[in-house]
């Protein structure tokens, strides 16, 4: 059975950091793209930050760059998302997702997935 498993979520501080994790089992990896979406209250899911299936190419949504960064190890089948400088927007769960797909652009943008993990909440504040 295919399962992606997301943890790491919780609260913190504006400034703070997290570190989250997807645990993806019943599949390879090497042949899709991961990526993380989010989505807050009353707002649309929109994709954060996507990896490509060889982990030499990654896409970032403009809000996030330069504060997230997303890793994978493909042979501990877990993906990686450590968001450092967090603020109250980035509030929201966060979704861990695959998608058999060449392009980790084309995944973040829309949003079209083969997978979804359960989310993990994020919660940021004072």
């Known amino acids: 059975q295919l399962q992606l498993v997301e943890s790491g979520g919780g609260l913190v501080q504006p400034g703070g950091s997290l570190r989250l994790f997807c645990t993806i089992s019943g599949f390879t990896l090497d042949y899709y793209a991961i990526g993380w979406f989010r989505q807050a209250p009353g707002k649309e899911r929109e994709g954060v930050s996507c990896?490509?299936?060889?982990?030499?190419?990654?896409h970032y949504a403009d809000s996030v760059k330069g504060r997230f960064t997303i890793s994978r190890d493909n042979a501990k089948n877990t993906v990686y998302l450590q968001m450092n400088d967090l603020k109250p927007e980035d509030t929201a769960v966060y979704y861990c997702?695959?998608?058999?797909?060449?392009?980790?652009?084309?995944?973040?943008?829309?949003?079209?997935?083969?997978?979804w993990g359960q989310g993990t909440q994020v919660t940021v504040s004072s």
């Open positions: 997702a695959a998608r058999k797909i060449y392009s980790p652009q084309a995944m973040c943008v829309q949003s079209t997935v083969d997978y």
């Open positions: 990896i490509a299936s060889h982990g030499g190419s990654t």
